[in-house]
Structure formats: structure tokens, C-alpha cells
């Protein structure tokens, strides 16, 4: 079974470049903060401290997103192949043959991943130090060290995210007969996550009321946690504005990317101009910087993973278009098309992102200053919405004139 | 003798919303060494009856019986590796996987059944077929009806007792679609093996030694020795029904 999922990797490496770049990157970031770990080993203590803040702060965001990721790309490229596995299963295939082709398939692209992830998690963590260092968080002679725990972080978070997420989706489709989508597992799931979200916007607001700067950890939790709460109720969202759940995929990337980065941003402004002409703790610009940075990261990473999942989904519907053009559509109108759905995907996506940011943003400012209502400017959102709108758009016209240039042929 | 294939009192009920019946009591043998032609109207669940013998699909209630073993007994994956050891497909839209070469996808079963495949006998399948020449090549480089013959060959290779054909020629034109149904009938004339095979088509029906109707779930008749001119009437006179 897995040569035969090996040889399906070499034939079409693209239907997981996805899940490739996604681990990849996820491994990166992982390495990079957890090499902050081997680096506090030998330091003095107030670095060590530093550092550690910042490993497990930054670190555990990123866990989470990448499991996330991994898992949504995953899925999305073995539902590609569901013929294919269908295949498989009417040649004689058993149900624990195909899963164990489908984690094995996905482990291979994880070590790959990781393996790949090595020089780039070393180079980024000493990055993320020098930025320690020129804040003054971390001591001048600090050295910088790559060693077991940003390795094990990498390969263990990336290989044991794969795994479930390999059997997660196994389970679904190594199952006879008609396969069905499951929305109660996931509706179950959103609802821990919007009240994982509620429960920390509330801690927020009331127990570190008045804590200052310390409500930043509860509050940016309660961001993410409901961006990704909403983010799994895509098809919902996307049924309230009257198109098909098929474009669900691409709004998940769009809601966590505007929610987080919205939520941060704000966040960090609000912490800013409260902070204005007090006296700071000393780790307050040691948050600031971080807070940038995860927000730089995180956008960095769910942008490629919006491109990715914009640009398989579209290329899994190059039928849909070949027919459409067989049926007597013009090109034009094929990407007029496209670009409704693409316009409906990012404003799904940015409405339930900025919905997910105020997770973050009421109770901070609540806690804060006493205002629930920031008295910040509306432009960093415009940026924010700016970005999602362009990355959606390239992603998916790129995609779509790729896969209906030429003739109305229609190409299997 | 025991029957190669004998389904007893079938039903399977689909929900889609409202309930519907494909198969509605059907009980039939399927004699070894013979080749048997399943016919009806689109809707009267011809391809339902084909999976659910085959073990392909797990009916509503009924007993399944291959080669004497009863199938709906057993669970998900005791099913799939009996109908891999027993059981040759062959489908209307040739199911070959694109990643596999066509002889890699001749011996996928046996792979999967952790069977190493005998090069000679694998060889000589393929050559039966005409395939020898193409057996390094991707299946996206064949034709439709070269497709088909892959297909053949993969029910073929493994000596299963019974091969199970869902509309094989469907997709097929008219020579490739007499080659394929020539192998079919080779394979029961000169191998002993059992074929059934479901199909809309009353020239396909003709090279069958049986033909057995369905019309909404149900046995709607039979004809042996069957001509294609008398299965076309006894067609027109269940749609008209």
C-alpha cells in the first residue's frame, strides 16, 4: 500500500503542494521559536525568561494554526482523489488499507516537510533573536542555539499533526458506499471554539480588568479561538449569503487571516495609546514586538494557505469550467463567474473575521481603558480587508485563466 | 452443484429525503460457468442487484451468497478481501488509476490482496488481450476501448470464479464494444468462469446464455438463447407495462 501511495505522490505532486507548503511552513515557524528553548539553555536567567515567554507564547499560536492548516489542506487534497479511492476500494482495497495509505501518504509529506523546514527555522529563529536582542530583552552575548527541542518541536508537531489529521480524513473515506459530510462533528467542534472564545473574552473583561498589559494573553486567545470557531462554520456562513458550501474551503483562510490579524493589530493599538505617556513594564515592548511579529508570521502562513487552498479548489473545478465553456460560455464569462464567488468568499470571510476580532478588541478595551469601542482609526482594517481582497482575487483569476486558456476542449 | 452467485430476497432502500426502493425482494442463482445478462428500464435497479452481489453494496435486508459463503454475514473488511479473492470487475468508465502503469494496474488487486503476481501468467493475459506493447504505458495514452481491455485483464489475472460487469461497453464504440463482450464470453466458454453482467444494450444481452429482466426492483422475466431482436421486444413491452 505504500508504494503504491508513493508512487501516486510522484505522479501528482501537486495535489499536495498544499499540504507541503502549509507543514513546511508550520515546521519553520515551530523550529524557529522552539530553537529560543535550546537558545535559553545557555543563557542568563533574565534572557532565559525572555526567551521562554516568547517560545511558548509565540509557539503555541502557532500549533495551533498549523494543525489547522495541515488538517484543512490534508482533507482538501484527499478529497480530490475521492475517485481515485474509489478506485482503489472497488479493486479490492480493505478500509484499513486505504487509511493506512492516506496517513502514510500523509507522513511522507510530512517528514519531507520538516526535513525541508531545517535551514529555514535556523535561520528565521536567529532572526527572531536578533529582534530579542535589539529590543534589549535578551542580553548582547546571548549565542544563538539549534538544537534537540526546536528539532523535536518541528518533526513531532509536524508528523503527529499529519497522523491525525491522515486518519481524520482516512476515516471518512475508506467508508463503502456513499460518503457524506458529516456537519455535526463539525458544528460540535465550532461551538467549543466560539465558547472556548466567550470564556476567554469574558476572564478578559472581568478578572484582568485593570491588569494592564496581562490582558493581552486572554484577549488575543479569544481571538483566535473564535476565528477559528467561526472559520469551521464556512458553509453555514456562506448558506446566510445564498451560494453553495463549495466555496467553504476558501473561507476558512480568509476568517482566520482578517480575524487574527484584526484582532492583534487592535489590540496591540489600543495597549499603544493606553500606554501613552505611562511608565512600562520592561516586557511591554518585549510584547509589542512579539505581537508584530506573530501577526507578520501568522499572515505570512495563512496567506499562502489562503493562495493554496484558493488555487486547488479552483483547479479541482476545471471541469466544471471546460463544461461551462463546452455549453457555450466565453471566457469572460467564466471568470465573471468566478470572480462573484471570489467577491462573495472575501466578504463571507472578512465579515466573520472582524465579527471573530471583536472577541478580542471589546473586552480588551473594556479591560484597558474602559471603553468597549476603540477609539482607533478604521485604517489598519482597511489594509487588513485590502490584503484579503487581493490575495482572494490574484489566487483565484490567476488560477481560473490558467485552467481555461485555450480552446473549449475538454481535457481530462 | 452449488450456485456460483445466489442472492435471496434482496431489498435496499435508499433515503434521499424520501425513501426509495431500488431492489424490492429479488431472488436469483447464478449457475457456474454460465453468463447471464441482467436487463430492465433506467430506475428499475439492475446495477443495485449487480453491486449488492458483488459485495460492492451491503443490501437493506437478503442474504448474498458467493461460491456457497454467505457475504452479508461477514463485516466492511472479511467482505472486501472475500470479493478480492473471488470476484473480477469490469465498469462502465474502466476505473484504472491514473498513477499505475497498465500492468500495474492489471496486478492492483493481487497487490492488494498481498498476492505477488505471477510475471508469466501476467504476460499472458496481457498478450491475450493485445496489451503486451502497452503494458509500461500510463492509461491516460490508451483509448477507450484499450482502457477496457485493462480492465479485462485485472478481472482476468487473478482466476477469480465470478467476474461482475456493470454496463462494460457503455463507454465503448462498437468494435471495441464486440471485442470486450467477445473476451467476456471467452472467459465463460473456455475458462470456466461465471459472468455477470448488467448492461442496456440488447446486442451486449445477445452474447449472454441468460437474460434476466428487472423492472421497479423486481424480476420482470427471463429469456435463454436470447436473440438481440427478442430482448429489444421483451424490453418494449416492460417499459410499456
Redesign the interface.
Same mark, same amino acid.
Given at each position: 500500500?505504500i508504494a503504491?501511495a508513493l508512487?501516486?505522490l510522484?505522479?501528482?505532486p501537486g495535489g499536495f503542494a498544499a499540504t507541503f507548503l502549509s507543514a513546511f511552513l508550520g515546521a519553520s515557524l515551530l523550529m524557529a521559536f522552539a530553537s529560543l528553548l535550546d537558545t535559553a539553555a545557555g543563557a542568563d536567567e533574565a534572557s532565559a525568561e525572555s526567551l521562554g515567554t516568547t517560545a511558548s507564547v509565540a509557539g503555541g499560536w502557532c500549533l495551533v494554526i498549523v494543525v489547522f492548516a495541515v488538517t484543512s489542506t490534508l482533507s482538501l487534497a484527499v478529497r480530490q482523489r475521492g475517485e481515485?479511492f474509489a478506485?482503489?476500494?472497488?479493486?479490492?482495497?480493505?478500509?484499513?488499507?486505504l487509511r493506512r495509505m492516506i496517513v502514510g501518504e500523509a507522513v511522507a509529506v510530512a517528514v519531507l516537510a520538516a526535513a525541508v523546514a531545517v535551514p529555514v527555522g535556523l535561520a528565521s529563529g536567529r532572526v527572531l533573536l536578533g529582534l530579542l536582542k535589539d529590543t534589549g530583552q535578551v542580553a548582547e552575548g546571548v549565542g544563538y542555539a539549534f538544537g534537540p527541542v526546536a528539532l523535536a518541536a518541528g518533526f513531532g508537531v509536524t508528523l503527529v499533526g499529519a497522523v491525525i489529521a491522515g486518519f481524520a480524513t482516512s476515516r471518512r473515506t475508506s467508508r463503502?458506499?456513499v460518503k457524506r459530510e458529516r456537519p455535526r462533528a463539525r458544528r460540535i467542534a465550532a461551538g467549543l471554539f466560539l465558547g472556548a472564545a466567550a470564556g476567554c473574552a469574558v476572564l478578559t473583561a472581568t478578572v484582568m480588568d485593570g491588569k494592564g498589559i496581562d490582558a493581552m494573553q486572554t484577549a488575543g486567545q479569544a481571538g483566535i479561538w473564535g476565528s477559528i470557531g467561526l472559520a469551521l462554520l464556512a458553509p453555514e456562513l456562506l448558506r446566510l449569503t445564498g451560494s453553495g458550501g463549495q466555496l467553504a474551503s476558501a473561507v476558512m483562510p480568509v476568517t482566520l487571516f482578517s480575524g487574527i490579524a484584526t484582532g492583534t493589530v487592535y489590540m496591540q493599538g489600543i495597549e499603544d495609546d493606553a500606554a501613552a505617556g505611562q511608565i512600562r513594564p520592561d516586557y511591554a515592548r518585549d510584547i509589542q514586538t512579539l505581537n508584530y511579529v506573530v501577526v507578520g508570521m501568522i499572515t505570512v502562513f495563512v496567506a499562502i494557505m489562503l493562495v493554496n487552498t484558493l488555487i486547488a479548489a479552483t483547479v479541482h473545478r476545471r471541469r466544471e469550467f471546460a463544461q461551462l465553456r463546452l455549453a457555450g460560455a466565453t471566457r469572460g464569462q467564466v471568470t465573471t463567474m468566478v470572480a462573484g464567488e471570489a467577491l462573495r468568499v472575501t466578504v463571507t470571510g472578512i465579515l466573520a473575521g472582524s465579527a471573530a476580532s471583536l472577541f478580542t478588541i471589546l473586552p480588551f478595551g473594556s479591560a484597558r481603558t474602559g471603553e468597549i469601542w476603540p477609539s482607533a482609526t478604521i485604517a489598519p482594517y482597511a489594509v487588513i480587508a485590502a490584503i484579503a481582497v487581493l490575495l482572494t482575487a490574484t489566487a483565484t483569476l490567476g488560477t481560473t485563466r490558467r485552467s481555461i486558456r485555450g480552446p473549449a476542449l475538454l481535457r481530462? | 452443484m452449488t450456485d456460483a452467485v445466489r442472492v435471496e430476497s434482496l431489498y435496499r432502500t435508499y433515503d434521499a429525503g424520501t425513501p426509495v426502493t431500488a431492489l424490492d425482494g429479488v431472488s436469483a442463482a447464478f449457475a457456474a460457468g454460465t453468463f447471464t445478462a441482467v436487463m430492465g428500464p433506467s430506475g428499475s435497479g439492475k446495477s443495485t442487484l449487480l453491486q449488492c452481489a458483488a459485495g460492492?453494496?451491503?443490501p437493506s435486508a437478503g442474504r448474498v451468497f458467493l461460491g456457497g459463503v454467505e457475504l452479508t454475514a461477514t463485516g466492511? $473488511?472479511a467482505m $472486501?478481501?472475500f470479493?478480492?479473492e473471488r470476484a473480477g470487475?469490469v465498469?462502465q468508465d474502466y476505473?484504472?488509476?491514473?498513477?499505475?502503469t497498465v500492468e500495474?494496474n492489471v496486478v492492483?488487486?493481487l497487490?492488494?490482496?498481498g498476492r505477488r503476481p505471477d510475471r508469466g501468467r501476467v504476460r499472458a493475459v496481457l498478450g491475450t488481450l493485445g496489451l503486451t506493447e502497452r503494458a509500461g504505458e500510463l492509461p491516460?495514452r490508451l483509448s477507450g476501448g484499450q482502457r477496457q481491455r485493462v480492465a479485462v485483464a485485472?478481472a482476468l489475472v487473478g482466476e477469480p470464479a465470478v467476474i461482475f460487469a456493470d454496463e462494460p461497453t457503455g463507454a465503448l464504440d462498437l468494435r471495441s464494444a464486440r471485442e470486450v463482450l467477445a473476451l467476456l464470453r471467452t472467459a465463460v466458454r473456455d475458462f470456466g468462469r461465471t459472468v455477470i453482467m448488467v448492461t442496456h444494450d440488447p446486442m451486449a444481452a445477445a452474447y449472454a446464455d441468460t437474460v434476466l429482466f428487472l423492472a421497479d426492483g423486481r424480476l420482470a422475466g427471463q429469456l435463454s438463447a436470447p436473440t438481440p431482436e427478442a430482448v429489444a421486444a421483451h424490453l418494449t413491452e416492460l417499459v410499456a407495462a
Open positions: 500500500m503504491i508512487r501516486t510522484r505522479h501528482r481515485q478506485v482503489l476500494r472497488r479493486a479490492g482495497a480493505t478500509g484499513p488499507q463503502m458506499g481530462a | 460492492l453494496d451491503r466492511d $473488511t $472486501t478481501k470479493r478480492r470487475f465498469f476505473n484504472l488509476l491514473s498513477a499505475l500495474q492492483l488487486p497487490r492488494l490482496a491516460e485485472r
